[in-house]
């Protein structure tokens, strides 16, 4: 599914979502100067408001991003409750009635110049004791419409107990909906049955502590909770990223996106409602929580409780591109200016093989064998002017030989013996590595040298011994993949232009 038609269908998708809710008061201001009896800030205050926190958070965040969200959660009578209430009311969220007696967890938070100066959290006055009976059943009854996902948001406040993940776990199974649980350690004893766990890095280490596993490495702890709760595990790790565990295959690092911090507060939920509208909508674990990576992205660089929009998540991609493109861009500048000389070189070495009567060969692996095979059919065919055709040729192209070679020989003599047995002193030898450490193309150069070939090597900043085995070395200035094999089409297709522009001069063109 595109990531595109993925985000649109949010607004197709219901998640019920139930847990331990409660009050955000934000205070925002400005300081001018500390306190005269104490080294503390002054805030000014400017503006306040209330936000909804925990599970009407992420309620709140899964509205916000077009879906439709059922909210099972405890509210009082009090003005707090009332406020979060008419909050949750326009973004049209479900919730039952407030209860009488019970007061909403809180937690206040003062900022000043976008920073976070402190936070104050107030514990309820009332919980939820264990084995309440939960009337989830009718709730849901109640609201009259299917559910594709449902989030358990544990924050060990009293509201969610045994009874209510079971009847969670019913009520998805009637709907045949996937279940997320925003897991707390010290309840990870209760969990069972649910698709996916979700932790911060602190609590992934706690709750594998919990059942019996102590380790300060995410990785393993990762693996350890797959493996005990039978399910996929995402673990939120801040500017180190998501590490994702599906519960069958290898487990995945999604790198944070680079962008400055304003708080970091929020963006947990903000992962969780995009995992499970994404995986309401169908969509693989990973690709649910490079989304979700995206989502947090956004999120942190705005103070206070916030939330993601789609058009956000989309205009993400927007900005990707251009910086990838930019980065394009880049690599190409300081390829100009570093290896001029190199690529001229190339040119005028080529000119003097073809005058000498002697051939080119070129080959490489994967991405590299295309460049190759792309310059070899450029010298045999032709790329912007009618002319004869070069003798050249690829050693990655031909799959029986290769296969053989590697059979008989072993995978690192694919190439060397093909050079033993076609190339002559004086031929050229192209050689295409991406990271230059690849033992098939190492070898092949040096046979080659041995052969008293001229060896020409296209490869990128981290290469090893490779520039060292090549005659000419075109070496672009970056260690990321993609950048290295554009670079190396882009070269190859100014070494054909200025070559073909170089035999016109010493031949008349073929005629049609």
Not at 45 to 60: D, L, Q, T, W, Y
């Amino acid at each position: 599914m595109l990531i595109v038609d993925l985000v649109e269908s949010f607004s197709q998708h219901t998640v019920l979502v139930t847990g331990d809710t409660y009050v955000d008061r934000e205070t925002y201001g400005s300081v001018q100067r500390l306190a005269p009896e104490a080294p503390v800030p002054v805030v000014k205050i400017e503006r306040k408001r209330f936000v909804p926190g925990g599970a009407a958070n992420v309620a709140r965040s899964i509205a916000q991003l077009g879906g439709t969200a059922l909210l099972y959660g405890h509210f009082g009578d009090d003005e707090p409750s009332r406020n979060i209430l008419e909050a949750l009311k326009k973004d049209q969220i479900l919730t039952p009635p407030p209860a009488a007696g019970y007061r909403l967890p809180e937690r206040s938070r003062i900022f000043a110049s976008h920073q976070q100066l402190i936070q104050i959290l107030q514990r309820p006055a009332l919980c939820l004791q264990e084995g309440t009976p939960s009337p989830l059943k009718e709730f849901v009854e109640g609201a009259g419409q299917p559910f594709q996902s449902a989030v358990v948001y544990d924050q060990g406040y009293g509201f969610v107990n045994r009874a209510l993940l079971d009847a969670i776990l019913d009520a998805a199974a009637h709907h045949s909906a996937q279940v997320i649980i925003d897991g707390h350690p010290g309840h990870v004893d209760w969990y069972h049955g649910a698709d996916l766990y979700t932790f911060n890095a602190e609590e992934s280490l706690l709750a594998s502590a919990k059942r019996g596993c102590r380790t300060d490495n995410l990785a393993q702890a990762g693996d350890f909770l797959r493996s005990t709760l039978a399910a996929s595990v995402v673990i939120t790790a801040g500017k180190s990223g998501i590490s994702v565990f599906p519960s069958h295959g290898e487990s995945v690092r999604i790198a944070a996106s680079p962008v400055p911090i304003a708080d970091r507060t929020g963006a947990g939920d903000s992962v969780t409602a995009v995992l499970a509208l994404c995986l309401a909508a169908g969509a693989d674990l990973k690709t649910s929580a490079e989304l979700a990576n995206r989502a947090a992205g956004i999120v942190v660089t705005k103070p206070g409780i916030s939330y993601v929009e789609p058009r956000e998540l989309l205009s993400l991609f927007h900005n990707e591109i251009r910086s990838l493109l930019l980065e394009s861009v880049d690599v190409k500048q300081r390829l100009l200016r570093e290896q001029l000389a190199a690529i001229e070189n190339v040119v005028r070495t080529i000119v003097r093989i073809y005058r000498n009567g002697s051939k080119v060969y070129a080959f490489g692996n994967g991405g590299s064998a295309a460049d190759a095979n792309h310059f070899i059919t450029e010298l045999v065919g032709r790329f912007l002017i009618e002319r004869k055709g070069l003798p050249a040729q690829s050693f990655s192209t031909n799959d029986i030989l290769m296969t053989s070679i590697a059979n008989d020989y072993g995978y690192e003599n694919t190439f060397s013996r093909q050079v033993e047995a076609f190339v002559q002193p004086g031929d050229l030898v192209v050689a295409f590595s991406t990271s230059g450490r690849s033992r098939n193309v190492v070898k092949a150069l040096q046979t080659a040298r041995a052969r008293q070939a001229t060896t020409v090597g296209f490869t990128g900043d981290s290469a090893g011994e490779f520039p060292q085995l090549c005659d000419i070395c075109i070496r672009v200035p970056s260690d990321s993949p993609p950048r290295i094999q554009e670079s190396h089409l882009a070269v190859v297709h100014i070494i054909c232009e200025l070559l073909e522009k170089e035999l016109a001069a010493l031949e008349p063109r073929v005629k049609d």
